[in-house]
């Protein structure tokens, strides 16, 4: 057996319908199991969750999870193996199996012996002949009819023959596009305070093909929360704006959660928020900063609190419980002196403090993903193609001798409904041969 031999072999080995199916429970149970195995986390996050003295199952821990990879699945070589002979599955499958039954389904398969009709699960035979009488009960059911001779075919719902293969090219333009999106896209994590420049620097992860813009500044001119009547968040907002390296405005926005900014191929994603610091006036000339720690209280609320030295034996704990909110000052036994707001002047023990700003910062996710229009494509037809493809598709042929007239059928689904329509077409023939009458 030559070299091109063994190629065809193997390709059509590789073309069957059933490895492909098979191939895909296998992506589709690694793609599960990595929904469930957080990705791309550092070796002590799997050491702490799947520890070597409680495993799972009694042997799955995380020893086994960088062993095979399953940390980074969808990076790891035989997931990308996978994909790739998915791929060539299904290519080799529409080319070689799909598109010529198709070609095939389109011919006109004219009967002309009437033992050749019996093999069919539906048939029936009828001692008078009218052709125009059949042709327009096959009409009447929505049949398309061809006539050669003494021989009639009709076939209806082509597009249930054709939507499989749509299916296939749907498959494989998620697939492309998944592929594209690997290979040349990115994602940035920034965390950005408010009033400040960024560039678009901090990769998270990045394709081998992928192109990080360096020739974009933003600009976070604003960032705030806006409340619900129980003063719970209900959305926060950044307002920024994209320059070039000339310092050329190039386009602007008010951020949301739900409402990203898209610019040149890029996704700027409103993701998260924290309070940094306090911008103070003390005893009305020393203005400095100080820092807040982020605790979680009783009620498992959020809050921020710093430490303020009044001298060696005061101090404040000023407690922030959001951006909007008021500004809680206790003395060093935990007692509530006074709730003020930025901007007011309060005197302490004699001493002049204000605060002057709540000093925050915005996260930003910044995605480049340039296969997602493929992909989104392919899901469009996929969608289509599928509920396309539970059309059944219907043949009715007849012929007939010098006495008697015969008609069969088949379909490739709805059984049931085809034999109710087979019978409609025959009774409808009855009726109109007693008619001609």
């Not at 069919?120 to 327009?136: D, G, L, P």
């Not at 303020?308 to 704990?317: A, E, H, Q, V």
Request: glycine share 6%; charged share 10%.
């Amino acid at each position: 057996m030559n070299i091109k031999n063994v190629f065809w072999h193997l390709l059509k080995k590789i073309g069957n319908l059933s490895l492909a199916i098979f191939i895909l429970l296998i992506i589709a149970s690694s793609s599960i199991l990595g929904t469930v195995i957080q990705q791309d986390q550092n070796i002590t996050y799997y050491q702490l969750n799947y520890p070597i003295d409680k495993p799972i199952l009694s042997f799955f821990t995380w020893k086994i999870i960088i062993a095979l990879g399953l940390n980074h699945i969808y990076t790891n070589w035989w997931f990308i193996f996978l994909l790739i002979t998915f791929f060539t599955s299904l290519c080799v499958c529409t080319f070689s199996r799909q598109l010529p039954s198709l070609k095939k389904a389109r011919l006109w398969k004219f009967l002309y012996n009437s033992y050749s009709l019996k093999k069919f699960n539906y048939y029936n035979e009828v001692n008078q002949i009218s052709w125009s009488n059949f042709i327009y009960s096959l009409n009447f059911t929505n049949y398309y009819v061809f006539h050669k001779r003494n021989s009639v075919y009709a076939y209806k719902g082509l597009l249930g023959r054709i939507a499989p293969v749509f299916v296939h090219i749907s498959l494989v333009l998620i697939l492309l596009g998944s592929v594209f999106s690997m290979s040349g896209g990115f994602l940035v994590q920034e965390m950005i305070a408010n009033g400040e420049s960024f560039h678009v620097q901090n990769i998270v992860k990045s394709g081998y093909y992928s192109f990080i813009p360096n020739t974009l500044i933003g600009k976070i001119r604003d960032f705030y929360i806006t409340y619900n009547t129980h003063r719970s968040i209900q959305q926060f907002y950044s307002v920024i704006s994209i320059f070039n390296n000339k310092s050329e405005l190039l386009t602007n926005k008010i951020l949301s959660v739900n409402d990203p900014l898209r610019f040149r191929g890029l996704t700027f994603y409103q993701t998260d928020w924290q309070i940094n610091s306090l911008r103070i006036n003390l005893a009305g000339h020393y203005v400095f900063e100080k820092s807040l720690s982020k605790i979680t209280d009783r009620n498992m609320n959020l809050v921020w609190v710093a430490n303020l030295p009044l001298n060696s034996s005061r101090s404040l704990n000023i407690i922030i419980t959001g951006l909007n909110k008021d500004i809680l000052i206790y003395n060093q036994k935990g007692v509530l002196i006074m709730k003020t707001s930025i901007g007011i002047n309060n005197l302490i023990d004699g001493i002049s403090i204000e605060i002057l700003e709540v000093m925050s910062s915005t996260g930003l996710q910044i995605k480049s993903d340039p296969g997602l229009l493929i992909v989104y494509l392919g899901f469009f037809i996929l969608m289509i193609s599928t509920t396309i493809s539970y059309l059944s598709y219907s043949q009715i042929w007849g012929n007939h001798t010098n006495t008697s007239f015969y008609m069969s059928g088949m379909t490739n689904r709805a059984s049931l409904f085809f034999q109710d329509e087979f019978s409609q077409v025959y009774n409808i023939y009855i009726y109109l041969l007693g008619f001609d009458r």
